[in-house]
């Protein structure tokens, strides 16, 4: 061969193989992720890096480290866990809780349960779904696809303020404002037992799980994973949960609640990350079928994204929202009182 290329997707494969890439004879020994970068359109470094280090990157069919370097006549193949699909998003007229909007932005506050972006299982009902029959044409950042508008996103089991972009200029100001870490962004979490100290900062590395890819978790060492930050404080203390504000500084997928389990306090009910059993006191039968009614009444993990605060990247004006907590977890904290004060 003599180019590198790039050889089409088997639709009807079931590895669900994205691209399979043979370097050149002559191929120079450069880094896999620069050899990516150059033959993957719209892909950012760190998006191949972390696909390295969640194993969707492999090399004569072996998984590779960051560093591997790339010889003549190698094999790159990409894989996913979901199959390719088109980046064609279906307009649904699903109705949008709308916070603020003006002609450049909107901030809408998103139920649990809703998904914010098309993906594996989740082609339809989701929030980029709904944006699609409200707007049109609203504008993508470089490698994200098939996510107009999005600057950012919250887990399908969080609700709370998600801001939108309407145009370029904006989606460009919004995203420097996140990647500069100025975005002021604080949700409320019922989280398993009380923190002590009240509040401080969680300063710890997380990363996709070696042992389940759907999970994050914190890496002490440092050549794994990625920053992040989270500064909390115990807005009340109900002796079994407290109800905590957390302030990102970073925002990494499922951060809060990886963090959270960290320091031995787990969002409540939250299955993936342990908080759906009884962390905090007697196993005795009334009390747990309190815990289990409370379960029931939040049937998903105690997070709300409350307040979002950021500069208007036309007006320059400084904007701030806040939201109330939704209806189950209010529910549940009301419970939780009741529970202490008689109890």
Request: proline share 6%; hydrophobic share 35%; aromatic share 8%.
């Amino acid at each position: 061969m003599t180019d590198n290329h790039v050889i089409p997707d088997d639709q009807d494969d079931l590895l669900f193989e994205h691209h399979r890439i043979v370097a050149d004879a002559k191929q120079s020994l450069i880094r896999v992720d620069k050899f990516l970068m150059d033959r993957l359109p719209n892909v950012t470094r760190t998006k191949i890096q972390a696909g390295i280090n969640e194993g969707f990157v492999r090399v004569n069919d072996k998984e590779i480290k960051p560093n591997y370097r790339i010889h003549p006549n190698d094999v790159v193949t990409v894989s996913f866990p979901e199959p390719p699909r088109d980046t064609e998003i279906v307009p649904e007229d699903i109705p949008l809780s709308i916070v603020f909007e003006d002609e450049h932005l909107m901030v809408i506050n998103k139920p649990a349960g809703m998904v914010v972006h098309p993906a594996y299982q989740n082609w339809t009902g989701t929030l980029v779904n709904a944006l699609a029959y409200h707007f049109k044409n609203l504008p993508q950042m470089p490698g994200n696809e098939g996510r107009p508008g999005l600057v950012h996103r919250i887990d399908k089991e969080t609700s709370g303020l998600l801001v939108i972009a309407k145009d370029e200029e904006t989606l460009t100001g919004l995203a420097k404002q996140f990647f500069d870490h100025t975005i002021d962004r604080r949700y409320n979490a019922l989280v398993w037992g009380v923190p002590q100290p009240s509040q401080g900062t969680i300063d710890e590395f997380v990363g996709r799980s070696l042992k389940d890819r759907r999970i994050t978790t914190v890496f002490p060492d440092r050549d794994l994973g990625r920053n992040a930050v989270t500064h909390y404080q115990t807005l009340k203390d109900l002796r079994y949960v407290s109800l905590v504000e957390c302030k990102l500084e970073t925002g990494r997928t499922h951060q809060i609640r990886a963090h959270m389990k960290y320091i031995g306090h787990p969002l409540f009910n939250d299955s993936t990350y342990g908080g759906d059993q009884i962390l905090k006191g007697t196993t005795f039968s009334k009390y747990k079928q309190f815990v289990e009614n409370c379960f029931k009444l939040l049937p998903r993990q105690a997070l709300h994204a409350k307040t979002l605060g950021f500069i208007h990247p036309k007006t320059k004006q400084s904007l701030q929202f806040d939201s109330e907590l939704p209806r189950d977890m209010k529910d549940v904290i009301e419970k939780w009182e009741n529970y202490v004060k008689y109890n």
